[in-house]
């Protein structure tokens, strides 16, 4: 997607996250909070280690879109887990951001 379309769909998907929380959330928060998504299972309290994992999942979520990941199936806990099909390739950090930011694009519009 070319650098104007890219900025206005990111600002739709802030948009519609500062109207649902309050206030635009910053990566770490998007990719918790479509951890929990994924996870299915809200509750109030997670672990620093557990918020990881919710961050962990969010990004396989994300990359499975591209064929870097496939969901491998869901643990005991129901926490899914993720098979790796391809190493994502090396990038700075911009074109690492904005990677993401293509994908989250990509997952809410769904």
Known sequence: MDQEDFVTRW???EDML????GKTPNMEAILLLIGIQ???SP???YTKEQKQ?????AVCTLLTQSGYYEPEGRDRDGWPHFK???PVPKMGLEEQERFLKEHVIAYFEE
């Open 38 to 40: 994924e996870l299915n």
């Open 11 to 13: 600002k739709k998907v």
């Open 18 to 21: 500062r109207e649902r929380f």
């Open 53 to 57: 994992d919710l961050m962990h999942i």
């Open 84 to 86: 790796e099909l391809q």
């Open 43 to 45: 509750k109030k309290k």
